[in-house]
């Protein structure tokens, strides 16, 4: 205790009339943290809730919420740049860096356009490596449409792509794309036709919702986003996405088991399940639904209070039909968050070819009051009984008079 106060009074006489660091923290930018050429940014943080001292950022008045959490706007240059924040007698100093601009255009690979492009090594037999949706055959490198999802140790005619980490795989007469990481070259020397059938991964899988099935019978697969040392967005406090992302997750399957459906969990604690073993999951426990949770961040030259929206996200078409569900219930609760609706976004844990996946982007907490309004639990609750109604909806048999909503089976 000595040590500590014989620093303070040091600090005390260095800084003269202001107090050493106290009750203000800054979550981000962090310190000494690199940000990309941005020419603002937002800087977030938290002081004692109910203080009646103006808090200034750079020497602007700043809003404090009834949290203590504060956001700010600050006009940043390329380089060192130094924030400081006063509220009474405290004060902090903040230092991050910013990039300088750069120039430099990363040129695009040219198309492969035929088979005998000189860039194509010779035909060998390769054999996939990662997981089925890992293995996902591109129709262009590192682009176009997804072409066939391949099993783990699947041999197809393959061939290296020059100067790419890509390898040109040939299937049912088609040429597609797949990462050379998740690739390793064939133990036997028979090299597959170019006409190879790919397996049909949604055989065994109904092709159409659960409709009218009691919910007893249907199995739900909650996956809360990140875990362990992927902490995701964070908040004013310094609070972790992957934190309320289970906490939200674990309303919803109370909620869902409530109703009688089954729930399997991808995490329950702060493990971090990776990110392709998540619909591994649910594919193998053959699961009806996959319902990932998620709170969203800004970019840091980006206002949170601007930009706050709630969106479900889908990567397949059966899984759009259930995100619009589930999106048409949540967004009510949670305005005035703005709507924006189901949208088509290519993320790893919703292209599950099989099963119905969508990715829920609840709340923006990087803003004070999305971080209070997402770490309630009154609130977590109320999603969670919507996301119920939109699984609910989803699995209403289409009928003629209401089939505005429904999805085609
Ligand atoms: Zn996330």
Redesign the pocket.
Known sequence: MTAVFGRGAWMLALVGAWSAPGAITVAFPAERQRLPAVEECYLIGATDPGRTELLYVNGVTTDVYRTGAFLAMVPVKPGTNVVTIFQGRDKLVRSFVVAAPSAKEIPMPEPILSDDDPRLGPPAAWQTTGTLFANRVRSEIDGGDTLYYLPTAFCVRGAEVKGQSWIAVWLEGRRGFLPRQTMRRCISGAVPSKRLIAPDPTVGFPDAPPYGRAPSTVRICVDP??GGTDT??RTPHGWN??DV?LMQARAIRAALEKVGFQVVMTRDDDSFPALYDRPKLAYDERVDAFISV???ATAANRNPRVARHTTAYASTSNGLALAQCIQKHVAPVLAPVKDAGAQMRSFAVCRNPAVPSCLL?VDFINLPEGEAESWDAARQKKVANAVVMGVLDWMAPPSAESSDSKPVP
């Open positions: 986003g990140h995701g967005a996405e992957k992302n998620h709170h969203n982007e």
